[in-house]
């Protein structure tokens, strides 16, 4: 049984069915909760660190939908889709540094504002439809260095959504400004974007299947923690010569292992030595999800 705390009651769960096998496997279902969260909800795509100068720019995939996100000469960290407007091509590949995105495909040239700055055999470029001048821009939330993007605009604004999470990671890690990203390892799972996210949110399999995870951690005290859009779980920190890695205590050094999952797809998680930060995405797909494991450090 966990333990789950909902706001001021604790209940104890005794049973709690799962999706049934079809919602695991069917195309239809799939298609459904890209239209229904993936394409309406705020998904976290990197970190500002990563945008370290103008015209630092990286290239991001939410499921079908190909992005393209770049510092601007203004500072601004903007998101587009990386599609050109003239042909439908993919725009720019992996992450680097540009002073202006040209197509591969028939050289239309944009700013890193989106704006469309040449269009071979066209002497007027103001004279193309609005809708070939510009990229398709892409809405962006930046929180404590946090980039988020969202397809679809929607009535619930970022802060209403994940504001007491922000408020909570700040009162644990107050250094949290200070973060920069280290490091990141992709992987293809063979198995449905909800088998991961599952996985994250029990830690009954913790012991059996990660004991030196579970040796970090009192695990018989894990605890989780439920909001309307985020879920928090957390154990007392375990013996410094656990079986992991050996760490020295420290006066900053965290009380308990922690971490978040943010509604749909990302989560957040403190490692005890506090200077260390990771966290998981899953990109969604019906049968071969692709995961990602980032580090972010002082």
Same mark, same amino acid.
């Given at each position: 049984?966990?333990?789950?705390?909902?706001?001021?009651?604790?209940?104890? $769960?005794?049973?709690?069915?799962?999706?049934?096998?079809?919602?695991?496997?069917?195309?239809?279902?799939?298609? =459904?909760?890209?239209?229904?969260?993936?394409?309406?909800?705020?998904?976290?795509?990197?970190?500002?660190?990563?945008?370290?100068?103008?015209?630092?720019?990286?290239?991001?995939?939410? =499921?079908?939908?190909?992005?393209?996100?770049?510092?601007?000469?203004?500072?601004?960290?903007?998101?587009?889709?990386?599609?050109?407007?003239?042909?439908?091509?993919?725009?720019?590949?992996?992450?680097?540094?540009?002073?202006?995105?040209?197509?591969?495909?028939?050289?239309?040239?944009?700013?890193?504002?989106?704006?469309?700055?040449?269009?071979?055999? $066209?002497?007027?470029?103001?004279?193309?439809?609005?809708?070939?001048?510009?990229?398709?821009?892409?809405?962006?939330?930046?929180?404590?260095?946090?980039?988020?993007?969202?397809?679809?605009?929607?009535?619930?604004?970022?802060?209403?959504?994940?504001?007491?999470?922000?408020?909570?990671?700040?009162?644990?890690?107050?250094?949290?400004?200070?973060?920069?990203?280290?490091?990141?390892?992709?992987?293809? $799972?063979?198995?449905?974007?909800?088998?991961?996210?599952?996985?994250?949110?029990?830690?009954?399999?913790?012991?059996?299947?990660?004991?030196?995870?579970?040796?970090?951690?009192?695990?018989?005290?894990?605890? $989780?923690?439920?909001?309307?859009?985020?879920?928090?779980? /957390?154990?007392?920190?375990?013996?410094?010569?656990?079986? =992991?890695?050996?760490?020295?205590?420290?006066?900053?050094? /965290?009380?308990?292992?922690?971490?978040?999952?943010?509604?749909?797809?990302?989560?957040?998680?403190?490692?005890?030595?506090?200077?260390?930060?990771?966290?998981?995405?899953?990109?969604?797909?019906? /049968?071969?999800?692709?995961?990602?494991?980032?580090?972010?450090?002082?």
């Amino acid at each position: 049984m966990t333990n789950v705390f909902h706001e001021h009651f604790e209940s104890t $769960v005794k049973f709690a069915p799962t999706l049934r096998a079809n919602d695991y496997s069917a195309e239809n279902r799939y298609q =459904a909760e890209l239209n229904s969260i993936f394409h309406r909800e705020w998904i976290y795509a990197a970190h500002q660190s990563q945008f370290p100068e103008k015209g630092s720019y990286l290239t991001f995939d939410i =499921a079908d939908k190909p992005l393209l996100l770049v510092r601007g000469q203004d500072d601004e960290i903007r998101a587009f889709y990386n599609i050109c407007v003239h042909r439908g091509h993919i725009l720019a590949e992996g992450s680097g540094k540009a002073s202006h995105f040209t197509c591969p495909y028939h050289a239309w040239t944009y700013a890193l504002d989106g704006r469309l700055r040449a269009a071979r055999g $066209v002497s007027d470029i103001d004279q193309l439809p609005k809708c070939h001048r510009s990229l398709v821009p892409v809405e962006t939330h930046t929180k404590d260095g946090f980039v988020f993007v969202r397809l679809s605009p929607g009535d619930n604004s970022f802060t209403e959504r994940y504001g007491s999470f922000f408020t909570e990671l700040q009162e644990q890690l107050p250094e949290l400004g200070r973060l920069r990203f280290a490091k990141r390892f992709t992987a293809e $799972v063979n198995g449905n974007w909800k088998i991961m996210i599952e996985n994250y949110l029990e830690c009954y399999h913790c012991s059996p299947t990660h004991p030196a995870l579970a040796d970090l951690m009192r695990i018989r005290e894990y605890r $989780v923690r439920q909001s309307d859009f985020f879920l928090s779980t /957390q154990a007392p920190a375990g013996r410094p010569d656990n079986i =992991a890695y050996q760490y020295e205590l420290r006066e900053d050094s /965290q009380k308990n292992f922690s971490g978040w999952w943010l509604w749909p797809n990302v989560t957040f998680n403190i490692s005890r030595d506090s200077r260390t930060f990771w966290f998981f995405t899953c990109c969604p797909s019906l /049968q071969r999800s692709r995961s990602g494991t980032a580090t972010i450090s002082l």
